[in-house]
């Protein structure tokens, strides 16, 4: 299959890996990648989400788009109800590339109500996707999208996408690592201290960021989840450690 790309080809891709490297941050590295694979993959609609597991399973959420639009949860659209075998792929304890058509056949995914309620009114049929996971551990899916009319994404799209997926991985893994440790250099001593009270990583990584200040936006824009659920994790730590607001946790563990 890598005879289908020709030299000049070849040396965008490696370009392309050159300025994913050298983003500096989560939102320059989602829109280099949604700008840059318009080169080699046209689609109407790209998309990036941040990746998280909750309750044994993936949570989209943070949506980064190549669309100008003022509220970026103009795109939750895309997350809204349960997709068909999507969990097939998103909970897989590695990285990988598939296509909307290899999961669900066009014939039966018209016939969801996913796609009735969701696709459809926004006018997208083909999805090629890039879930990101490093070690089991969910980062983000990036997807590609085309109406009815466009053709499906190619075999040669799935492999461009798949020469590209590790060096994505490792960007996406150390900028997202960066931002989840910026609130805290004494996590470590922390991690020790929360561990007397039963919390998980993520529960001390709230703690941590509480101890530093840091506000519920500012939280959830480190951590990339919603404030539904932080409330839910701050309200088991409350209960896991005997306090009643963030004043009083401040002071546990400070």
């Known amino acids: 299959m890598s005879s289908t790309l020709f030299d000049y080809e070849w040396q965008f891709l490696i370009q392309m890996t050159t300025r994913i490297n050298y983003c500096a941050s989560y939102p320059e590295l989602c829109d ?33 788009s190549t669309e100008q639009i003022d509220d970026k949860s103009g795109h939750d659209f895309f997350i809204e109800g349960k997709y068909p075998h999507w969990d097939e792929f998103i909970m ?9 058509s290899d999961i669900i056949p066009p014939g039966k995914w018209e016939k969801t109500r996913v796609f009735r ?24 899916v990036l997807g590609l999208l085309r109406d009815k009319d466009s053709s499906d994404f190619s075999a040669r799209d799935i492999y461009i996408m798949n020469t590209l997926k590790d060096s994505l991985e490792r ?19 922390l991690l020790k201290a929360t561990a007397n009270y039963g919390l998980t990583k993520r529960e001390a990584e709230i703690v941590s960021l509480v101890r530093a200040g840091k506000g519920s936006e500012d939280i959830c824009q480190l951590l990339y989840i919603t404030h539904a659920t932080l409330s839910k994790h701050l309200s088991n730590i409350y209960a896991k450690t005997k306090v009643k607001n963030r004043t009083q946790l401040y002071a546990l563990f400070q």
Not at 50 to 64: C, D, F, K, M, T
Not at 171 to 189: C, H, I, Q, V, Y
């Open 92 to 100: 897989l304890p590695y990285s990988s590339v598939f296509r909307q």
């Open 171 to 189: 960007k996406f893994f150390s900028l997202l690592e960066d931002r989840r440790d910026a609130g805290d250099p004494g996590t470590d001593r």
């Open 32 to 64: 280099t990648y949604l700008q840059q694979i318009r080169t080699l993959i046209p689609y109407s609609t790209g998309v990036v989400f941040q990746a998280s597991r909750e309750n044994g399973r993936v949570a989209l959420g943070s949506p980064i």
């Open 117 to 140: 309620d969701v696709w459809s009114p926004k006018g997208v049929y083909w999805g090629i996707f890039i879930s990101l996971v490093h070690k089991d551990v969910p980062l983000a």
